[in-house]
C-alpha cells in the first residue's frame, strides 16, 4: 500500500483522526475534486515540501497526516499548475521518487481519505519547502506593488529595494 502525506494545520488534527480528510476542492489541472497530498519517500524534503508554501496563509502550525491508500487506486500526479495524469498510486510514487527534480510535484487523490486509513499525525518542523514557487529563491517577485505584497513580511523593503509602481 501507498504512503501519502497530506499537510494541514495543527488544529485540524484531532476532527481528521475522527472523521479522516474530508475536505474536497477542485484540484487544477485535472478533471476531478480530491485530497491534495505528496508520496512519502526518503527524501523528507520533498515529501513535505508544500508546508512554507502554505504556512504562508498564516493559519497556525502546519502538521502531516499520513495515510496508506491501495496501490492500484487510481490518483492524479503532476506538477502544480500544470496538466496531471490518472495513475495508479504505485506509480504516482514511483514516478515522485525517480524524479530528477520532485519540487513542485503534486498528487491528488479523487476521494476522501477514511479515518482508518491514516496511519499517523506528527508535527513538523516549520522551515522546510519552498515559497511562492519552487524556483522562486533568489528572483525578484513578479510583482511588488501593495496589493501583490500587501501583508507579506519585509514587503515594505522590497518594495522600496525594487522600486514598486504605487510607490509615486
Known amino acids: 500500500m501507498a504512503m501519502f502525506v497530506h499537510l494541514t494545520t495543527e488544529s485540524r488534527i484531532p476532527r481528521i483522526r475522527r472523521n479522516g480528510i474530508?475536505?474536497?476542492r477542485h484540484a487544477a489541472g485535472t478533471s476531478s475534486e480530491g485530497v491534495f497530498a505528496v508520496p512519502v519517500t526518503r527524501n523528507f524534503y520533498a515529501s513535505h515540501q508544500w508546508l512554507r508554501e502554505l504556512k504562508r496563509r498564516n493559519q497556525g502550525s502546519i502538521a502531516g497526516i499520513y495515510f496508506r491508500i491501495p496501490d492500484e487506486q487510481l490518483v492524479w500526479i503532476g506538477h502544480y499548475g500544470q496538466a496531471h495524469r490518472l495513475v495508479a498510486a504505485a506509480e504516482a510514487?514511483?514516478?515522485?521518487?525517480?524524479a530528477e527534480d520532485p519540487v513542485g510535484w503534486e498528487v491528488v487523490i479523487p476521494r476522501r481519505i477514511d479515518a482508518t486509513e491514516i496511519h499517523k499525525t506528527r508535527p513538523l518542523p516549520q522551515v522546510i519547502g519552498w515559497r511562492f514557487s519552487p524556483k522562486a529563491k533568489g528572483k525578484p517577485p513578479f510583482c511588488t506593488c501593495k496589493f501583490?505584497?500587501?501583508g507579506d513580511y519585509g514587503s515594505a523593503k522590497l518594495r522600496k529595494r525594487l522600486g514598486s509602481p504605487d510607490d509615486d
Open 148 to 150: 501583490c505584497t500587501g
Open 22 to 24: 474530508a475536505r474536497l
Open 93 to 98: 510514487v514511483a514516478q515522485f521518487a525517480n
